[in-house]
């Protein structure tokens, strides 16, 4: 196994846990329905806000890489980072 592919397994094991964990923890909630779910909706628009953030930052990050490394040869693992 590669360290690519672990790391990718622990980022998808990572997510699915913290989502049975939000899930139980609104199960468990000491709040009204209405409440949790109001909270829920909250939460989950904050996270598609980060979300949109960290991947439009990201994609600068990548665009101004490839204006800085187009045509140099690959020499390493690294050339990305």
């Known amino acids: 196994m590669n360290s690519r592919s672990s790391t990718s397994e622990f980022v998808i094991g990572l997510i699915l846990g913290v ?3 939000a899930v139980i923890s609104f ?3 000491p709040r009204s329905g209405k409440e949790t779910i109001g909270l829920a ?3 989950a628009a904050d996270v598609s806000e ?3 953030e960290l991947t439009a930052d990201r994609e600068k990050v990548y665009k101004e ?3 800085t490394r187009r045509g140099r040869p690959k ?3 690294a050339y990305f980072e």
């Open 75 to 77: 020499v390493s693992d």
């Open 65 to 67: 890489t490839w204006k």
């Open 27 to 29: 199960l468990l909630a």
């Open 50 to 52: 980060k979300m949109k």
């Open 41 to 43: 909706k909250e939460k």
């Open 19 to 21: 989502a049975a964990g």
